[in-house]
């Protein structure tokens, strides 16, 4: 299995381009999410989705768009992308449960200049 | 609502040192813990979690944490450290809060562990 995958892994945007972060499993998990790590503040969450056609805010959705037709992908859409979104997204993906261990992707490291 | 605070964004040790990294949590519920470690450039690996079984729970690479309770504290540690160690360290709460809020794991600021030979 190559478990959570991430592209691209570096991306470099002007202010107000968009762009699709993209992220795919295959270990036919029901829950996926999106994380930002920025220095200092650990891991936010930005978006999650409890199975294909379903998914809910988390704590910083603002500027980002996700949506859920498949099992296996979970896409992140900046529509006007801003230098405070500058970071590096982790995509992450487990069975549904509280005891269950979140897997997480390599990562993608994004620049708005 | 639930939050974890690690103490000390920065702990340095000697090879072959106790390895002691803190972390405090919050939560109205009983708690699910988990620690996770991330080596430069990489996504971030499960060490080790709590879900309500042993208090004293332990981990891949020699790593192990304690529950407590009283203290509501779940301290991450490693009698000797090695080389190999040096990463940042995210301890992370999950509370059963009930709803569809299966995967809302709150992380604490991270612990950027540091090995002098």
């Known amino acids: 299995n190559a478990g959570v995958t991430q592209t691209p892994k570096f991306q470099v945007l002007k202010t107000g381009q968009s762009m699709t972060l993209q992220c795919a499993q295959d270990m036919n998990h029901e829950y996926m999410s999106w994380y930002r790590q920025d220095p200092g503040m650990g891991l936010r969450l930005i978006h999650y989705s409890v199975g294909a056609g379903i998914t809910d805010q988390g704590e910083v959705p603002n500027g980002y768009n996700v949506s859920r037709s498949t099992t296996e992908d979970f896409p992140l859409r900046l529509l006007s992308a801003a230098p405070s979104q500058t970071s590096v997204y982790f995509c992450?993906?487990?069975?549904?449960?509280?005891?269950?261990?979140?897997?997480f992707g390599p990562g993608t490291r994004l620049l708005v200049l | 609502a639930q939050s974890v605070t690690q103490l000390g964004s920065h702990v340095s040790v000697s090879e072959g040192a106790l390895v002691l990294l803190r972390c405090n949590y919050s939560?109205?519920?009983?708690?699910?813990l988990f620690w996770y470690v991330q080596y430069p450039n990489q996504g971030l690996q499960l060490l080790l979690k709590y879900t309500s079984a042993a208090t004293l729970v332990k981990g891949i690479n020699g790593f192990e944490a304690e529950f407590k309770k009283s203290e509501t504290s779940f301290h991450l540690t490693k009698p000797s450290a090695h080389m190999s160690d040096a990463a940042e360290y995210f301890c992370a709460v999950r509370a059963n809060a009930g709803g569809t809020s299966y995967g809302k794991l709150t992380f604490g600021q991270g612990t950027i562990l540091t090995v002098h030979p």
């Open positions: 992450a993906s487990s069975p549904l449960g509280w005891k269950e261990t979140q897997y």
């Open positions: 939560s109205s519920v009983p708690p699910y």
